[in-house]
Every structure is written in C-alpha cells, then in structure tokens.
C-alpha cells in the first residue's frame, strides 16, 4: 500500500519515515518547497543517531529513505490508500488541506489527522460526506520514530471496519494503536497539560525550580523526561497554544498559568536556537 503525508516539518517527515522503514511506499507534500527539500537530510540523521532502529533492521536504512518520494502538489497523492495529514495545528489550515485531499484522493483512500486538540468529528465536517466513513484521527507522539504509542480516534461518522483496518496498518509498522473517543485533546494531552499548568504553578509559587522539578519527576515518578525539559523540547508555544484550546473546551482547569503565558510573549519559548525553562530562568 503506498501511504501520502502532507506536511513535511518534524512530525510529518517522521510518519513518512516510519511508514517506509515498514517497507511501504511514501509520497510526502508540503506547500513549503523548502520544508520538502530539507527532509531527507533530517531523516537521514535521524537514521544516523540509530534513533528508529529499536523497531526496525537498520539495514534497511537506505532502501527506506529511496522508498520516501515527493509529491510537488496534492493532486499527487491521488493513488494512496491512506494519507495523513500533519500540517500546522490551525482549523484553517487544516480545513483548506482536508478539502484539498477529499478532491484529490481516490474514493478508496482512508484520510488520517495527526491533529493532538482538535475533535475530529468538527475535521470529518470537511470532507465530503461520502468521504466520512474513511476519515478519522490517528495521533503520534513525537518524536515519532521512537514513540510507539498513537492515539486511533475515530469520529462520530467513521466506519469501525475503517477504524480496525487503520489499527491493523499501525501495527503493522510497528506502533501501539489505542482507541480514544473524540473529545478535545483526546486522552494523552488531558493528561499531560493537567500535569503541565501544576508544575508551571509551582513554579510561580516559588516551590521548586523548574530543573529541581524535573529531576523529581524523572527521579520520583519515572518519566523519562521532565515537565520543562518536555515543553522546551516541543515549544512553550504550543503548549500555550493547546491549554487555550483545552481551556475553551473545558473551562477552569485547562487555564493556562500566567507565568507561561508572559514566558511565550517574552520569547523564552524554547525549541530551536531559543532559550526556554532549563536555558534562561531566575
């Protein structure tokens, strides 16, 4: 089965890689001539760092990057069984790029968003509704060629036998599917967002720092990475982005903290070539 990806920045070009590694053939879109240029490097050092290999030969390394192609326009993706869309998490861009497959794909195509907020039910309401049964979220957790875990969401119109084809092909590249009801941030974020705004409280009431609260974290309750190492690894920014969109849909609770808020406005949001928590807090 050959699998399309639209959007080529860190999310996208790794579901592309996954999907090869599998040994599929993948067509990866991105308006951004520049993003799409740029991905076969980023994948090759990601391969390089032996990052995906606890999962797949790592032999197979190159024949998988031969396996990614690149579809200069959405109409290119016509012949895919399934494409999943991984585009910047805005409902208008969303919207003008689920309207643009629905037309291109063929009426056999499964359409998939990586969305992590948005109901899926409120996406489906873009496609056709002819398209509908084969529409549902599938929700990787970056990075994605080392999580397992993908959050399968089907919407209020999916077919379950869609639903239960798109867990089979999860697994089949080496991913833990779980079904998750459609509801605004699904079932992971809740959780970690909760966490997130209580540990950004603390911090604002002078309790701990935010690397002494990493530390007890990774140290008391086992993760793998602390709250503040996590949000400058995947942007302030976005994590205020998504307590906004949780907070609209849940009220109270998903507040964001102030102190977040003022950090992302100050440009201490972390990610690439800026300070976040861990580089810049007195």
Request: one cysteine or more; glycine letters at 10%; proline letters at 5%.
């Amino acid at each position: 089965m050959r699998a399309g990806v639209v959007g080529a920045g860190l999310m996208g070009a790794e579901i592309a890689l996954v999907f090869a590694l599998a040994g599929h053939d993948v067509l990866l879109h991105d308006r951004d001539e520049k993003a799409l240029a740029g991905a076969g490097g980023r994948l090759r050092a990601i391969l390089d760092k032996g990052v995906a290999r606890q999962f797949y030969d790592p032999g197979h390394a190159s024949a998988a990057l031969a396996r990614i192609g690149q579809a200069q326009k959405v109409s290119g993706l016509a012949d895919c069984g399934i494409v999943t869309e991984a585009v910047y998490e805005a409902i208008e861009v969303k919207t003008a790029v689920l309207r643009a497959l629905d037309e291109a794909c063929g009426p056999h195509c499964i359409i998939a968003s990586n969305t992590s907020t948005m109901p899926i039910s409120t996406l489906a309401s873009f496609v056709s509704p002819e398209r509908r049964a084969r529409f549902l979220g599938t929700h990787y957790f970056s990075p994605v060629s080392r999580m397992k875990l993908v959050e399968v969401v089907p919407a209020f119109t999916t077919d379950p036998a869609v639903a239960d084809q798109v867990t089979g092909i999860l697994e089949g590249i080496g991913k833990q599917p779980v079904r998750i009801k459609d509801v605004a941030g699904f079932a992971v974020n809740r959780m970690l967002h909760a966490m997130l705004i209580e540990a950004v409280k603390l911090v604002e009431e002078g309790v701990a720092s935010p690397a002494d609260l990493d530390t007890a974290c990774r140290l008391g309750l086992g993760h793998p990475i602390g709250p503040f190492a996590m949000m400058d690894a995947v942007t302030s920014d976005l994590c205020l982005q998504v307590q906004e969109i949780l907070h609209d849909a849940y009220g109270e609770r998903f507040r964001p903290p102030a102190l977040l808020k003022q950090r992302v406005a100050a440009g201490f949001g972390g990610g690439r070539g800026r300070a976040g928590w861990l580089e810049n807090y007195a």
